[in-house]
């Protein structure tokens, strides 16, 4: 997460203050919201993804502190868990047919439209998306 960071910086001549969002796979055992079963898993194929937005330090080994925090921060929230529910809603239960949901973001093929809208909905300030 602090290389990619790092490395959107560099390659697109991106100003340490300027915030870039970084897709952060996670797992979702680790949040509040999953129960002990989910928990117990030991083999686990479907992570969650957290968008969170890095502002720049000197460092790396500040970098990675930041991306540290940040993730732990992330992990409070129910935004990990938006991936999977929508990739788990997008199959229909009795036939077992894909039906994607109309208008939900492709995370694989548009991230950034996807976190375009993420951000927007949230009313947060747009931050350049690391790809």
Same mark, same amino acid.
């Given at each position: 997460?602090?290389?990619?960071?790092?490395?959107?910086? !560099?390659?697109?001549?991106?100003? &340490?203050?300027?915030?870039?969002?970084?897709?952060?796979?996670?797992?979702? !055992? /680790?949040? @509040?919201?999953? &129960?002990?079963?989910?928990? !117990? *898993?030991?083999?686990? $194929?479907?992570?969650?993804?957290?968008?969170?937005?890095?502002?720049? @330090?000197?460092?790396?080994?500040?970098?990675?502190?930041?991306? &540290?925090?940040?993730?732990?921060?992330? =992990?409070?929230?129910?935004?990990? $868990?938006? /991936?999977?529910?929508?990739?788990?809603? /997008?199959?229909?239960?009795?036939?077992?047919?894909?039906?994607?949901? @109309?208008?939900?973001?492709? =995370?694989?093929? &548009?991230?950034? *439209?996807?976190?375009? @809208?993420?951000?927007? =909905?949230?009313? *947060?300030? !747009?931050?350049?998306?690391?790809?």
């Amino acid at each position: 997460m602090a290389s990619q960071e790092r490395a959107t910086r !560099r390659f697109m001549n991106i100003t &340490n203050e300027v915030p870039i969002s970084v897709y952060a796979p996670t797992d979702t !055992r /680790q949040t @509040k919201f999953a &129960n002990e079963e989910l928990k !117990r *898993h030991n083999f686990y $194929c479907s992570a969650g993804a957290n968008f969170p937005a890095i502002v720049g @330090k000197e460092s790396i080994m500040e970098d990675l502190k930041e991306c &540290n925090f940040k993730m732990k921060e992330a =992990l409070k929230t129910s935004d990990c $868990c938006v /991936q999977v529910l929508l990739s788990c809603k /997008q199959v229909d239960e009795e036939t077992l047919e894909f039906t994607p949901t @109309k208008g939900a973001p492709s =995370l694989s093929k &548009n991230a950034s *439209h996807c976190l375009l @809208k993420y951000w927007v =909905l949230r009313k *947060h300030e !747009r931050p350049v998306f690391g790809c």
